[in-house]
């Protein structure tokens, strides 16, 4: 017999929990004022729908709803179960109550009675109910007490114990957020608010088992030639009864046979191994790699023994999932400049080009399928080739992963830690984490995008540097986690994909640029003089995987105007300033943009010179890194995307606008990439190619004048190889008249490929703030689907912006330099409240520098 699934994602309600000294007549319940409820969901967005709170990504909310978190609160809803429902576990089966997410310390009841608690976000839970289970109408009661108030008082007693390695509660070092297994950056970030929350964040499902289930399922495969590959399946399941049972695994669209065993015994717990040897003649690629990205549709299948040969029965259990077949190293061999950090996949070097990921949404139940698909695919649309899912965030969703697994993007997956020490040397603590990591192991393993498991972020690198000075603990807290706990489990569970103990990692010292991979804050959190805030610094490291670094920016209009009161939208409002979390203080951030841009003098101005700075300063350090291609081989910048709308490192804010540097990302990331560089009084120019095939073609470098005139030109045959970085190429001496007064001029490069995709590239000669430039004369033609932008005179930073719309359209480039004379037409697509471009085209609005 089938096992029987039912979702319970109806009738609930929630309502605060009262201490019983704190009820007061006429209320002699623990709880009262019981709302309508959403599973999967949160408590916030309950209370909001209800009109309890405002939206706490508005105005000052935030603050007004911290209650929310401090307080307890109860979940209840009924459900109906028939006699044959009941009976349909048969005499061994079981019914199962599975929950698929809890947030986080919470007890489940059913029917009055206690099946059990769950304290970690990042598993599911699962409570047999075989014997509370009853005909008719259930009652089930899930009860959560306050995390932040937990976190707090299990700080408080820890600390307190006297031990004097421990340090004091910092917000690194033994913080509240440690000693609760749930997402770290909902207690607050530096881009996001404190939002702890609580609810039944996965679905919540009646499982009915009679014979047999598949508990989990691994595999393991090995190339023996180009396209014949040897696969071992690892299939645990239990058995409820001691029939036999088919245990068989289906790989559709291969052509092979299909594997199977018949499996006899007792009722228990056993793993059956299969073997298949397949024919893949198209492995999984990642996105910028010429080949497919080719999955193949696994079924795994319980079948009961069918009297007749040739028909399969139905089955009793089966797990459907898609996977990829794709040979991925991590390469880490020693060399002059120290030791290599380097993807290799399917045999090739891959330089390469993403970001960190953050959870899309301050409330992880908010982010639909759709919502990530529309993120993913920009980072694709990007040239991005990975991502990495950060620490202090969580194991994403399995739409997430496949997403990924579609477009081509690498995952470098984090567990669950950042920033702060945690107490390791607690059994409880330690087993949960096992736990967690075990769970989530078994559930990532198969997808083919992932590519790294990584112990957390920046946990040593806290350490090492006393980010808490006197009050850190000594002793390094977390240690025996990434060093023991973590690889331990991996060495069982996922032994194919690389393990990194944290990030950064490397020598002795984490900052240690000639090996490992590297954070690089010393350009937005430097205290060198003369390096805070100025993104030009970048080229002071020499890293070998540049993991972080980041430059913040205000989200785009359209966010902030729903966000804010029209009377908020200045400079220096205080809800502007409340939705900056950055921590580096308001005037220094405005001080940053005004190292290069002018003052701004109007909320708009903020965006717009903001916005600017932040994509100088990506592309800037991008094409440092990349010029380094050899020696340096990635840049995972931070951060893409947000969680509230906010000023950040974001390239993609809260709404879903890109900012400006995300197009100048697209630039920086394009498989061919012509970079020009300032050295004195020369002008260097370089080619970075990442095809597979050698490029010869004609650069040219122009010093022209904002009206287009000649000053001084070079032109060169050159030939760049594939898969490399050129060095140096064509240089342009700056003439000595214009050499410290560079205001009035700009370059322009071009490299023309005797075949495939030309690039570009331009240089300011000064400070954006400090150009001397005309009107630019722009006119626009709009068609069908695209705007064409053409300029009668220079012009920088070209940026199309449509007012009085709920969403901007998907733009193909924005924040684009024009030389005299020159057109670029932008793509539209996904345009909002149901106008057509022409429609759309009185609400444009132009701005260049």
């Not at 599975?98 to 986080?104: A, E, N, R, S, Y």
């Not at 009853?134 to 899930?142: D, K, M, P, S, Y």
């Not at 920009?378 to 990975?386: C, L, P, Y």
């Not at 009377?567 to 409002?573: G, N």
């Amino acid at each position: 017999m089938q096992s029987i699934s039912t979702f319970l994602d109806s009738g609930w309600e929630l309502a605060e929990r009262r201490a019983a000294e704190d009820l007061l007549p006429p209320y002699n319940e623990p709880e009262k004022l019981w709302l309508p409820a959403t599973v999967p969901g949160h408590v916030h967005t309950d209370l909001v729908r209800a009109g309890v709170i405002s939206d706490p990504f508005g105005r000052l909310a935030e603050w007004g709803a911290r209650w929310v978190d401090e307080s307890n609160w109860t979940y209840r809803t009924s459900f109906f179960v028939d006699a044959e429902r009941l009976a349909a576990r048969g005499t061994d089966g079981k019914h199962f109550l599975h929950f698929h997410g809890l947030d986080t310390l919470a007890r489940v009841f059913l029917n009055g009675r206690y099946l059990g608690q769950a304290d970690n976000y990042h598993r599911a839970w699962r409570f047999d109910v075989s014997e509370q289970l009853r005909e008719g109408e259930n009652e089930l009661r899930v009860e959560f007490d306050s995390a932040l108030r937990a976190g707090q008082e299990r700080a408080k007693a820890y600390i307190g114990e006297g031990k004097s390695d421990r340090g004091t509660t910092t917000y690194f070092n033994f913080p509240p957020r440690a000693f609760v297994r749930k997402p770290q950056y909902m207690f607050g970030w530096d881009w996001g608010p404190e939002l702890v929350s609580c609810g039944i964040h996965g679905p919540v499902e009646l499982l009915t088992v009679a014979v047999a289930e598949i508990l989990h399922w691994k595999l393991d495969y090995k190339f023996i030639s180009n396209s014949v590959v040897d696969i071992d399946f690892a299939i645990t399941l239990r058995k409820y009864d001691s029939q036999p049972l088919t245990v068989k695994a289906v790989i559709f669209a291969s052509g092979d046979t299909t594997p199977s065993t018949v499996l006899e015994g007792p009722a228990g717990e056993y793993t059956v191994p299969l073997h298949i040897r397949s024919f893949v003649t198209e492995r999984w690629n990642p996105h910028g790699v010429e080949g497919p990205r080719k999955r193949h549709l696994l079924n795994l299948r319980l079948l009961s023994i069918s009297d007749d040969p040739h028909e399969e029965p139905e089955p009793i259990h089966r797990i459907a999932a898609s996977i990829g077949f794709r040979e991925l190293e991590l390469v880490r061999e020693k060399d002059a400049a120290g030791e290599s950090f380097l993807f290799k996949v399917n045999g090739q070097p891959l330089f390469i080009k993403g970001a960190n990921w953050i959870p899309d949404h301050s409330l992880p139940t908010t982010i639909t399928k759709s919502r990530l698909r529309q993120r993913l695919t920009a980072a694709r649309d990007a040239g991005f080739n990975m991502l990495r899912v950060w620490g202090g965030g969580l194991y994403e969703s399995q739409d997430f992963y496949s997403l990924c697994d579609e477009l081509g993007i690498l995952v470098w997956q984090d567990f669950a830690f950042a920033c702060a020490t945690y107490p390791d040397d607690d059994p409880l603590f330690v087993e949960s984490v096992r736990a967690e990591a075990i769970a989530n192991i078994r559930r990532l393993r198969h997808h083919p995008s992932l590519a790294l498991w990584c112990g957390g972020n920046e946990n040593v690198e806290l350490h090492q540097g006393r980010w808490s000075g006197a009050a850190q603990a000594t002793k390094f807290y977390g240690e025996r986690l990434i060093l023991e706990t973590l690889p331990g489990v991996l060495e069982h569970e996922n032994p194919q994909v690389p393990y990194w103990p944290n990030s950064p990692y490397g020598g002795t010292d984490c900052r240690d640029e000639t090996m490992g991979d590297s954070h690089y804050w010393n350009v937005w959190h430097s205290k060198e003089p003369g390096s805070n805030g100025d993104w030009t610094n970048y080229e002071k490291c020499d890293t070998r995987f540049s993991s972080e670094f980041g430059f913040a920016a205000p989200a785009g209009l359209t966010t902030w105007q729903r966000s804010l009161a029209p009377d908020e939208l200045s400079v220096r409002s205080l809800a502007s300033r409340w939705h900056d979390k950055t921590r580096k203080g308001y005037e220094t951030y405005l001080g940053f943009i005004q190292m290069h841009f002018p003052e701004p003098q109007c909320f708009s101005d903020l965006v717009y010179y903001g916005q600017c700075n932040q994509a100088l300063a990506f592309s800037f350090g991008i094409e440092h890194w990349r010029r380094r291609k050899g020696h340096c081989w990635g840049t995972l910048f931070w951060q893409l995307n947000d969680c509230w709308p906010t000023h950040s490192w974001s390239v993609i804010d809260s709404g879903g606008e890109p900012k400006l540097a995300y197009y100048a990302i697209k630039r920086a990331y394009a498989p061919i990439l012509l970079s020009l560089r300032r050295v004195g009084r020369v002008i260097e120019s370089h080619l970075v190619n990442d095809t597979l095939v050698p490029l010869t073609g004609q650069l040219r470098l122009d010093l022209l004048t904002f009206e287009g005139e000649a000053v001084s030109m070079a032109e060169q045959r050159v030939t760049v190889s594939a898969n490399a970085a050129s060095g140096a190429l064509l240089t342009l001496p700056i003439p000595s008249f214009i050499a410290d007064a560079g205001s009035d001029v700009f370059v322009h490069a071009t490299f023309t490929p005797e075949s495939g995709l030309a690039a570009e590239s331009f240089l300011l000669l000064a400070e954006p703030k400090d150009l001397r430039l005309a009107d630019p004369g722009l006119q626009t033609h709009v068609a069908a689907h695209a705007i064409t932008v053409q300029a009668k005179r220079f012009a920088a930073f070209v940026t199309l912006h449509f007012e009085g719309v709920s969403v901007q359209p998907k733009l193909s480039d924005n924040g684009f330099f024009l030389a005299p004379g020159q057109a670029r037409t932008i793509a539209v697509s996904e345009l909002p409240d149901r106008l057509s471009l022409a429609q759309l085209a009185p609400r444009l609005r132009l701005r260049s520098l």
